[in-house]
T-cell receptor, first 117, second 121 residues
Framework: AQKVTQAQTEISVVEKEDVTLDCVYE???????LFWYKQPPSGELVFLIR??????QNEISGRYSWNFQKSTSSFNFTITASQVVDSAVYFC??????????????FGGGTRLMVKP | EPEVTQTPSHQVTQMGQEVILRCVPI?????FYWYRQILGQKVEFLVS????????KSEIFDDQFSVERPDGSNFTLKIRSTKLEDSAMYFC???????????????????FGDGTRLSIL
């Protein structure tokens, strides 16, 4: 069975601080995909990144960066120079990569990030 | 940019009534999904749909629930005999077809609609 754990339920930072959101996952599959989604106060789910289990390269996109470490089953998300608009709930998610599988996403419990001016 | 659209944005229904939540997935996507998020909790998978049939469903998706793709564009979730605990935000999502490499699927990102908030009174 798959499981995603986001141990930090809430984080509060002051604008311009860097912040890292932790994600730890469990799966018996050797091939899988990891995702991060953002849920702003308006409620929609916004896709941020997908990473497959073969690719452990870190990725940077503007102020966002992701650190995937297969050895520790972690896929952490860092926001540098945080802004008030980054305030949202962030979800880490996992899916298997089996042929004809439903590709269901298993979500973590989410981390609520509050960035104060 | 194409997006998944869901209607209505908010649905209020009396307990015991049937409700249909509607979704229009992105037009070239082949996989469709429903998820549920009870207020303040995590997003939970309900069902995935491909090639006009359910490909996977969770324990939550019991006989009370059904999905349908009645035409080439809509994807619906029907909840029969609604209960108070069905109150939640329901998200529809869609993704492109899978590509295969080394006999595994390359899972395309699922793109979510803005959700329908279902309130059961």
């Amino acid at each position: 069975a798959q499981k995603v754990t986001q141990a930090q339920t809430e984080i509060s930072v002051v604008e311009k601080e860097d912040v890292t959101l932790d994600c730890v996952y469990e799966t018996r599959d050797t091939t899988y995909y990891l995702f991060w989604y953002k849920q702003p106060p308006s409620g929609e789910l916004v896709f941020l990144i997908r990473r497959n289990s073969f690719d452990e390269q870190n990725e940077i996109s503007g102020r966002y960066s992701w650190n995937f470490q297969k050895s520790t089953s972690s896929f952490n998300f860092t926001i540098t120079a945080s802004q008030v608009v980054d305030s949202a709930v962030y979800f880490c998610a996992l899916s298997e990569a089996q042929i004809d599988a439903g590709n269901m996403l298993t979500f973590g419990g989410g981390t609520r990030l509050m960035v104060k001016p | 940019e194409p997006e998944v659209t869901q209607t209505p944005s908010h649905q209020v229904t009396q307990m015991g009534q049937e409700v249909i939540l509607r979704c229009v997935p992105i037009s070239n996507h082949l996989y469709f999904y429903w998820y549920r998020q009870i207020l303040g909790q995590k997003v939970e998978f309900l069902v995935s749909f491909y090639n006009n049939e359910i490909s996977e469903k969770s324990e939550i998706f019991d006989d009370q629930f059904s999905v349908e793709r009645p035409d080439g564009s809509n994807f619906t979730l029907k909840i029969r005999s609604t209960k108070l605990e069905d109150s939640a935000m329901y998200f529809c999502a869609s993704s492109e077809g899978q590509a295969y490499r080394f006999r595994t699927a390359r899972n395309q990102p699922q793109h979510f609609g803005d959700g329908t908030r279902l309130s059961i009174l």
